[in-house]
């Protein structure tokens, strides 16, 4: 089984400026992809981080940043891959509309909203 047919929500590739941070550590990066549940950033050379705590991605977004809380799922392929921890429904839509502005059939999206 393919990582596309193992993935239950879609991920959209969106180029967009972010930071990582964790603590007092910050970290200017450019988001890769984004889904629901969660998202790809290029990773930063000598990537220090605490990789077993919470995170906060912030997402330099038209119309104003996007805070997401996550954890740290792997890292590899120049990539790090988070899953989000949660997302209140003011942000699950902001989210979600990042995705829909970036895809041909955003209709995906009303099926997966339905899985969250």
Not at 39 to 49: H, T
Not at 52 to 61: K, S, W
Not at 66 to 95: I, K, N
Request: glycine share 6%; charged share 30%.
């Amino acid at each position: 089984m393919s990582e596309a047919e193992r993935r239950r929500f879609t991920r959209v590739p969106i180029e967009m400026t972010c930071e990582i941070r964790q603590g007092a550590s910050v970290w200017h990066r450019t988001l890769v992809n984004l889904s629901l549940t969660g998202l790809a950033i290029d990773e930063p050379p000598n990537f220090d981080a605490q990789y077993n705590e919470p995170f906060t991605i912030v997402l330099e977004a038209e119309g104003g940043d996007v805070e997401l809380h996550a954890y740290l799922q792997h890292a590899g392929r120049s990539q790090l891959g988070f899953a989000v921890e949660h997302l209140d429904p003011s942000t699950l839509e902001r989210v979600r509309g990042l995705m829909e502005a970036k895809m041909d059939d955003p209709s995906i999206l009303d099926k997966e909203m339905l899985e969250l």
